[in-house]
Nanobody, 132 residues
Framework: QVQLVESGGGLVQPGGSLRLSCAAS????????IGWFRQAPGREREGVSC????????YYQDSVKGRFTISRDNAKNTVYLQMNSLKPEDTAVYYC?????????????????????????WGQGTQVTVSS
């Protein structure tokens, strides 16, 4: 059974940092694309970043480029999202989600891979609040 558990959220001042963790069980990271999404109150869910297990390639939404870094630790079966220089507009519930590589058409760029992450495997979310 696939399970994703996020942790690491909290309250931080603007300019601060947080590291989110997505601990996965029931899957091998090498076989999946893992994405981080966020949803702020009153707004639609949006993709933030993802990492492809087969080659480690990564994607970032423009608003977080240069501030967020996605990484993985296969030994711990965990994907991280290091968030630096946080802004109030980063406030949201952050979710991680997984999609098997077999469900993503060959040749799809990593930037498009997030579009193929379905509703099957999601964590419960962790709240990130950026406020002074």
């Amino acid at each position: 059974q696939v399970q994703l558990v996020e942790s690491g959220g909290g309250l931080v001042q603007p300019g601060g940092s947080l590291r989110l963790s997505c601990a996965a069980s029931g899957i091998f990271l090498d076989d999946y694309v893992i994405g981080w999404f966020r949803q702020a109150p009153g707004r639609e869910r949006e993709g933030v970043s993802c990492i492809r297990g087969s080659d480690g390639s990564t994607y970032y939404q423009d608003s977080v480029k240069g501030r967020f870094t996605i990484s993985r630790d296969n030994a711990k079966n965990t994907v991280y999202l290091q968030m630096n220089s946080l802004k109030p507009e980063d406030t949201a519930v952050y979710y991680c989600a997984a999609e098997g590589l077999w469900n993503i058409p060959l040749g799809v760029t990593i930037a498009r891979a997030m579009d193929f992450i379905g509703e099957g495997h999601w964590g419960q979310g962790t709240q990130v609040t950026v406020s002074s």
